[in-house]
């Protein structure tokens, strides 16, 4: 029998409300019911036997990675979340201790150090100081190639039992590794690889999975680094780069079943590698002021794709130098290019937020070149309390336009919900009579769910009088949403609604019940 302990339930909550169940989708709305009927909820959980625990309907995405590349990204249910991130957390110190130390400044992602408020890796170990140490062994002279390596479909395909080995290396919890093993074979069905992409959680387990990779590198005396699924593996010859690069590649397919990406795999000199993979100002033409942005932030080891960078968190001296450049003109610069750059356009547009700027209008006539950044476009969108009610109204029905245009943004339901998201706040972009319309059109939970909140919040009555009755016809998903969203009807009808329900919820639809009682759209 393993029972988790309360603490580690309610750190798994407190992650979920401060960072989100991922860094892709919305956070769902479940997590502030959760909160609410916390005492319940935590009185349920802890006498769960989590080795027997039965997993609960997750969703599956397919989301942008780049201009033109996908990842299929998974949502979990909030429970199963909860319980997910909440085991992983018991035994993440141990993990940590089987790694290779951070004081060896190799391994630079996912570094367990949680605190009492969410937060689960030291913020200060990143991509940054992973580009950083790469930078002062290149600076040493002692290497003539570097090695570029990329794991191809790193999560996706990554071995069930050489996770449940690896954990059961790491840890004397073997109880726990059991549970995860068994609750992700009921996630991955009949395959017996893959772990959740999006969850925080799924971050260290594949950091402990390869660390037996990192282990043998440095027993043959390898000089690297790693982020995640990059290496960065530095050498004294072609040959030696050869040799080193096989013994990787033959190493992850023997052990993991794993390759390597062979369009990001390569062997470079250390001048390549310094021109391409190392930002300074010694490495551009300072002719632009994306340029002039990235040598500002390469001198403190910001350059990061893979994290936001945070302008409040910036040095004083660093933030007037930012301030003092054309943010609207880099943004612009960036449209003008044949390809978007990330990390800039999302620390632009965050920015520009924290500014309350306004370039709609820009990113609009050109959101096909923001298709990779759509969910930073929505927020900034959000961000704007300074628009006129009318101009609000407007952009509302544009963005909901979008969604039946010939634009990019439209044909994922990744980029629909996020557009449905705003409608569900508040009522301020109006539009109200469209989301019927839409609901008919998207056939997907993603876009569905979005919309019966939006219906919620719109308060239109009618349509959740047309659907009460049949609630339990639909998934888990959406008859959450709709216990939520349904709590627009009056409340004598809403009342004897939600009585008429509760003999037959589950407590994650009890604690909606509970939650929408309290804060009806």
Not at 409 to 427: A, G, K, M
Not at 450 to 457: F, P, Q
Request: glycine share 2%.
């Amino acid at each position: 029998m393993l029972k988790l302990q309360p603490r580690s339930l309610e750190w798994a909550l407190n992650h979920a409300l401060e960072y989100g169940d991922t860094d892709i989708f919305p956070v769902p709305f479940e997590f502030e019911a959760i909160k609410h009927d916390w005492e319940n909820i935590i009185s349920w959980l802890q006498d769960v036997n989590v080795l027997e625990w039965t997993t609960r309907p997750f969703r599956r995405s397919l989301t942008p990675k780049n201009r033109f590349g996908f990842r299929i990204s998974t949502q979990l249910d909030p429970i199963d979340y909860l319980i997910y991130t909440a085991l992983v957390y018991e035994i993440g110190t141990d993990i940590e201790n089987r790694r290779v130390s951070t004081e060896r400044n190799i391994v630079h992602s996912y570094r367990f150090n949680p605190d009492r408020n969410g937060k689960f890796f030291d913020e200060t170990k990143n991509f940054g100081t992973f580009t950083s140490t790469a930078r002062e062994h290149v600076e040493t002279e002692q290497f003539s190639y570097v090695i570029i390596a990329d794991i191809s479909d790193f999560f996706a395909k990554l071995y069930s039992h050489r996770l449940e080995n690896a954990l059961r290396s790491a840890t004397t919890k073997t109880n726990h590794a059991k549970a995860l093993i068994n609750i992700m074979s009921q996630w991955n069905e009949h395959f017996s690889y893959g772990i959740p992409i999006g969850p925080s959680a799924s971050n260290l387990l594949s950091e402990i999975a390869i660390d037996d990779v990192d282990r043998i590198l440095l027993s043959e005396g390898k000089t690297y680094v790693r982020y995640s699924d990059d290496f960065r593996i530095f050498c004294t010859s072609y040959r030696d780069a050869h040799e080193t690069l096989a013994l990787l590649a033959h190493d992850l397919f023997e052990n993991h079943g794993l390759t390597l990406q062979q369009s990001k795999t390569k062997i470079i000199t250390v001048e390549q590698f310094n021109e391409h993979y190392l930002r300074g100002v010694e490495h551009h033409e300072l002719d632009t002021l994306s340029n002039r942005f990235y040598e500002i932030i390469s001198k403190i080891g910001l350059d990061n794709p893979y994290d936001p960078i945070d302008f409040d968190d910036l040095e004083p001296s660093v933030q007037e130098e930012i301030v003092n450049l054309n943010l609207e003109e880099i943004l612009q610069e960036q449209i003008s290019s044949d390809e978007l750059d990330i990390p800039i356009t999302k620390f632009i547009l965050r920015r520009l937020a924290q500014l309350e700027y306004n370039v709609v209008e820009m990113i609009l006539e050109n959101v096909d070149k923001f298709y990779p950044v759509f969910k930073d476009v929505v927020k900034y969108i959000a961000s704007l309390n300074n628009l006129e009610e009318d101009d609000r109204h407007n952009l509302g029905e544009r963005l909901l336009n979008l969604l039946s245009s010939d634009s990019i943004v439209s044909h994922l339901e990744f980029h629909r919900q996020w557009v449905l998201s705003l409608f569900i706040e508040d009522t301020e972009w109006n539009n109200i009579d469209r989301f019927v319309e839409l609901y008919n059109k998207f056939e997907d939970s993603y876009s569905r769910r979005k919309i019966i909140l939006s219906l919620g919040r719109a308060n239109q009555e009618h349509w959740f009088r047309s659907k009460k009755r049949y609630l339990f016809d639909f998934n888990t998903w959406l008859r959450r949403a709709i216990i939520a969203g349904g709590s627009c009807l009056p409340t004598d009808e809403r009342k004897h609604w939600y009585q008429s329900l509760e003999s037959r919820l589950d407590p994650l639809e009890k604690a909606v019940v509970k939650w929408a009682r309290s804060n009806p759209f």
